[in-house]
């Protein structure tokens, strides 16, 4: 939801970022984060807004600012470097025609644009009735609008590019902003950063006093006022114009036509605000709900607790009351036990027998524990504040490069588990290839299957060929060299030894009264139960517009998730074993996993209910496809926690078994 910038930047600062923290530590009296520093302005300074794509909650495809007949800067449009998470999010930030200086309130005139073609004029109403949202930016602040629902200010970012009145056929377009900039005042010792928003810097302390302003909020009241082209067009850009006050009669805005020509204006007021730089951004990360983000984490507490129970008998009532019960007895009693064994010691001879797919089973793994630690590092530092919303982007670029680099991780568990499984390494190539293509490479059929819908709709959501080519390059240049050395390492570890010995002939399962698939579902809803407020938050912000930015709970989330999976894992586990049925590796792996089936429900129910307003089957479709690529990556997350946890449980278990 950045300063990790592959685009146009070498990739290799990203590795260096955090290393890079911690010397300007050691070398200077303070630090900045990644595209949090401040910058102060000196009155009468210029400084320009910069636009990003539109964008709608009707449809979700995002387009360029200027497919629209907007008045163009004075020096052409210039597009502004990205990094790999906005080009993926579909920003695409390009300078504006919109011209401030500091501490100087004005009313000016932009633009006059010629008159509108039919095209023009089919886009701006498609544009209006879509609800699409201008987004503008200054000094790396959004600009903000209030608006008045039942007597409750409603905040937003952007403005939209027009609207139409109800009851009335005419729509209007948005063509006059009244811009209101917070400063503050900043006098002070210190040298302050002034390299661009993309750039790196330090804020060092200085014998010198600085004196200036800090942008700390910027609003816009929008407007649709109509003038009169003819006299509009005798000025020049940035001539000064008559303040205006909005709203105004319908009979006094610009209704969008044919043959219409449309004047662009602007004024700007600059109001003093004892925000200070540091807390400009409480204002649009303003934690609303946070009742219901405790309440969530109380009732994953009570689910804990209560799986926590039933573990603990497990242990201390029934396997430690065996265990001991068996340890006592002498070699006669207990191979005379042995033949009246019932439960989970019957299956000794098979607990440990290779699981079907076992290949499969490796691969699933290893990509489960290389997302489970993308998810864990991102969300720590997301919580630690190292990925501000400033940095658009960065949470993305981080989450992808953490990604690459933790294939390393993957190649070794799943080649590990390979090895313990085969007895040998024989194959552990050909399995870490696997392992580095089988969840990105469902990713990458499934982007560019959206990909193709997005060129289609010409939106600028699309990946452009050179950033596929990019993601390649990262994939097969760093992702998969990694999983093949974490899978080389793995292949010279020894195997994990069974306490038990396998038999040869496989034990017969007795038949079942319900089929153990209705558990591994039923087993599913507690993990559900731990996720769902807060995912319920995460899909506003993604598909609504809204800042998400309480890592700190989401952190808290994690941590009880994992919990849950690992007690729902081992509980499901103990009682397959129970009924004599060994063929637990799959289960265990399910048991968990399928958390995501219930994700997946919710996001369609999410997408129905609280969606509603998204339109038309491309719109549907991308939603649809991106849920379904996290539901995945949840699948395999969760199901790798639960395996894990219970294969050390059954191999504790067994390990205290003495029996030939």
Known sequence: MGSFSFSKKSSSLFTFALLALFLFCSSSNAFYLPG?????????????????????????????????????????????????????????IDNSPYRFHVNVNESLYLCTTNALNEHEVKLLKQRTHDLYQVNMILDNLPVRRFTDQNGIAIQWTGFPVGYTPTGSSEDYIINHLKFKVLVHEYEGRGAVMTTGEEGMGMIAETDDKKAGYEIVGFEVIPCSVKRDPQAMLKLNMYDKVES??????????????????????????????????????????????AKVHWFSIMNSLMVIFFLAGIVFVIFLRTVRRDLTKYEELDKEAQAQMNEELSGWKLVVGDVFREPTCSKLFCVMIGDGIQITGMAVVTIIFAALGFMSPASRGMLLTGMIILYLFLGIVAGYVGVRLWRTFKGGSEGWRSL?????????????????????????????????????????????????????????????????????????????????????????????????????????????????????????????????????????????????????????????????????????????????????????????????????????????????????????????????????
């Not at 320009?48 to 449009?77: D, F, M, R």
């Not at 009669?249 to 449309?262: A, H, M, N, V």
């Not at 004024?267 to 990360?285: C, G, H, M, Q, T």
Request: overall charge neutral; some cysteine.
């Open 36 to 92: 949090s520093y401040m910058h102060t302005y000196i009155p009468g300074e210029s400084i320009y807004a910069k636009v990003n794509s539109l964008t709608s909650i009707e449809t979700e495809l995002p387009y360029s600012y200027y497919s629209l007949p907007y008045c163009h800067p004075q020096g052409g449009i210039k597009k502004s470097a990205e990094n790999l998470g906005e080009l993926l999010m579909g920003d695409q």
């Open 244 to 289: 205006v006050s909005c709203p105004l009669e319908l009979d006094k805005s610009q209704t969008i036509r044919e043959q219409e020509k449309i004047s662009f204006t602007y004024e700007v007021v600059f109001v003093k605000s004892d925000i200070r730089w540091p807390s400009r951004w409480d204002a649009y990360l303003k934690m609303e709900g």
């Open 432 to 660: 870490c290839w696997s392992i580095a293509c089988f969840f990105p490479g469902i990713v990458f059929v499934i982007l560019t299957v959206l990909n193709f819908i997005l060129w289609g709709s010409k939106s600028t959501g699309a990946i452009p060929i050179s950033l596929y080519f990019t993601l390649l390059s990262l994939w097969f240049c760093i992702s998969v060299p990694l999983t093949l050395a974490g899978g080389f390492i793995g292949a010279q570890a020894e195997e994990i030894q069974f306490p038990v010995r396998t038999n040869q002939i496989p034990r017969e399962i007795p038949a079942r009264k319900y089929p153990s698939w209705l558990l591994i579902l039923g087993a599913g809803t507690l993990p559900f139960g731990i996720l769902f407020i807060e995912l319920f938050f995460i899909l506003s912000s993604i598909w609504l517009g809204r800042f998400y930015y309480v890592f700190g709970f989401l952190l808290v989330v994690l941590m009880l998730l994992v919990i849950v999976c690992a007690e729902v894992s081992v509980v499901l586990t103990y009682m397959h074993l129970c009924v004599e049925d060994w063929r637990w590796w799959w289960k265990a792996f399910f048991a968990s996993g399928s958390v995501a089936l219930y994700v997946f429900l919710y996001s369609i129910n999410y997408l129905v209910f609280d969606l509603r307003s998204l339109s038309g089957p491309v719109s549907a479709t991308l939603y649809l496809g991106y849920s379904l690529i996290m539901s995945i990556a949840i699948m395999l997350s969760t199901g790798a926690i639960g395996f894990l946890v219970s294969f050390y449980f059954v191999h504790y278990l067994f390990s205290s078994v003495k029996i030939d």
